[in-house]
C-alpha cells in the first residue's frame, strides 16, 4: 500500500506559479510511474502529466504544455508539478497517483493507476 500525500495547492492570481508536491509516506516513490491529474467541479478527471519511474520519459496535456513541469526527485521520495502562468480554467482538485507495473513508461489513463492521493485544491482567480 502506498500512502500519497500532495501539498502546494492554494489560491493564486492569473498568471502566477504554484508547485505541487507528491510525498509517499512508508514506500518509496522510486518503483511507481506517477502522474498528476485534476479534476474541477462538475467535470471528470483529466491527466495532466506524467513521468516514468526513471524520469526519462514525461508527458503532458497539451492544455498545459509549455506552462506545467513534472519532475521526480527520488531521492527526496517527492514528485513535483511545477505550473507556471496559470489560468483561471486551471482552477481544479489536483491528484497525484502511483502506478505499479514494472515498465518504464508514461501513463495517461486514469484507470491505470493503483494508488491515488487526497488532492489539493489550487484555485485561479482571474
Known amino acids: 500500500q502506498v500512502q500519497l500525500v500532495e501539498s502546494g495547492g492554494g489560491l493564486v492570481q492569473a498568471g502566477g506559479s504554484l508547485r505541487l508536491s507528491c510525498a509517499a509516506a512508508r514506500r518509496t516513490l522510486r518503483s511507481y510511474n506517477m502522474g498528476w491529474f485534476r479534476q474541477a467541479p462538475g467535470k471528470e478527471r483529466e491527466f495532466v502529466a506524467a513521468?516514468?519511474?526513471?524520469?526519462?520519459?514525461?508527458d503532458y496535456a497539451d492544455s498545459v504544455k509549455g506552462r506545467f513541469t513534472i519532475s521526480r526527485d527520488n531521492a527526496k521520495n517527492t514528485v513535483y508539478l511545477q505550473m507556471n502562468d496559470l489560468k483561471s480554467e486551471d482552477t481544479a482538485v489536483y491528484y497525484c497517483?502511483?502506478?505499479?507495473?514494472?515498465?518504464?513508461?508514461?501513463?495517461?489513463?486514469?484507470?491505470?493507476?493503483?494508488?491515488w492521493g487526497q488532492g489539493t485544491q489550487v484555485t485561479v482567480s482571474s
Open positions: 513521468i516514468s519511474r526513471s524520469g526519462r520519459y514525461t
Open positions: 497517483a502511483a502506478d505499479s507495473r514494472v515498465l518504464d513508461q508514461v501513463v495517461v489513463t486514469p484507470t491505470a493507476y493503483d494508488y
